[in-house]
């Protein structure tokens, strides 16, 4: 079992910056053999990928949308998976998760994940 927990959330004007973490917590083997990925959820709208990170060699992937302005990182010593946050724009506001899947396979796909956090909140006020 891996337990998640965000942090970093907040209000910010547009165009500013955030930076979000992950702590993970669980039995051994922990977060160095998982894929770490960030999801977030907009009022009315359904979860969606923002970026994933590969366990073995720390492969990226980004959804467009985001592609260029965030960066996802993992400290695997410090169980810590982060997303740097630049250039916010007001679309960014939502719920952001981290979630976490056994192996290697990166995917951006959200039931593929077995593990998530509670969220932490980014409004991004324009």
């Known amino acids: 079992q891996v337990q998640l927990v965000e942090s970093g959330g907040g209000l910010v004007q547009a165009g500013g910056s955030l930076r979000l973490s992950c702590a993970a917590s669980g039995r051994a083997p922990i977060f160095s053999s998982y894929t770490m990925a960030w999801f977030r959820q907009a009022p009315g709208k359904e979860r969606e990928f923002v970026a994933a990170i590969s366990w073995i060699i720390g492969s990226t992937y980004y959804a467009d949308s985001v592609k260029g302005r965030f960066t996802i990182s993992r400290d695997n010593a410090k169980n810590t998976l982060y997303l740097q946050m630049n250039s916010l724009k007001s679309e960014d506001t939502a719920l952001y998760y981290c979630?976490?899947?056994?192996?290697?396979?990166?995917?951006?796909?959200?039931?593929?994940?077995?593990?998530w956090g509670q969220g932490t909140q980014v409004t991004v006020s324009s």
């Open positions: 979630a976490a899947r056994g192996g290697p396979a990166v995917t951006r796909t959200e039931n593929e994940y077995d593990y």
